[in-house]
């Protein structure tokens, strides 16, 4: 068959009534579309199975290359015009966020200034100091409200 010259086959299967196929290449995607659709009932389920899963894989590696071409284009974009994602959506990246709350203050200050917020396991300095029969809440950071403040200001100044 390979000594058949190709417009000899072209000639042999106008004569068996058949049309040569189209050059894909060369045909306007929607006239491609037509043609395959008008194509597909004629394959068996397994030669379905098979294109179905050469398109999934077409796609897959299609959509990759349009993810990458597309964060391409925006990172050059952002490039040179001296942003970066940081700037546009602070929210989406990784990091301190505004909306964060702050570290919890300590509640609790041993003798050494080891100081425990009060959550989570307890320190070993407190365990200790507990294990000789201190309480805890000796060791608790006061709050000095207003009215103390202007009581211990008083009494500094009278000294």
């Not at 009534?17 to 306007?28: C, H, I, N, W």
């Not at 709350?101 to 200790?128: D, M, V």
Request: hydrophobic share 30%; charged share 30%; proline share 8%.
């Amino acid at each position: 068959m390979s000594d058949t010259d190709p417009t000899t086959m072209e000639s042999m299967d106008s004569e068996a009534g058949e049309r040569p196929l189209p050059d894909p290449t060369v045909l306007p995607e929607e006239d491609l579309m037509l043609f395959m659709e008008s194509a597909l009932p004629q394959l068996s389920i397994e030669n379905l199975g098979r294109l179905g899963e050469a398109v999934r894989q077409i796609r897959q590696t299609k959509q990759e290359e349009a993810h990458q071409t597309t964060r391409q284009a925006i990172e050059a974009q952002l490039q040179a015009t001296g942003l970066s994602l940081r700037d546009l959506f602070p929210e989406l990246l990784p990091g301190r966020r505004s909306g964060e709350a702050s570290p919890i203050p300590p509640k609790y200050r041993g003798l050494n200034g080891e100081e425990w917020s009060g959550r989570g396991h307890t320190p070993r300095w407190l365990t200790a100091l507990e294990a000789t029969g201190r309480q805890r809440e000796e060791f608790r950071i006061r709050k000095e409200t207003s009215q103390e403040r202007t009581l211990s200001a008083a009494t500094i100044e009278d000294i």
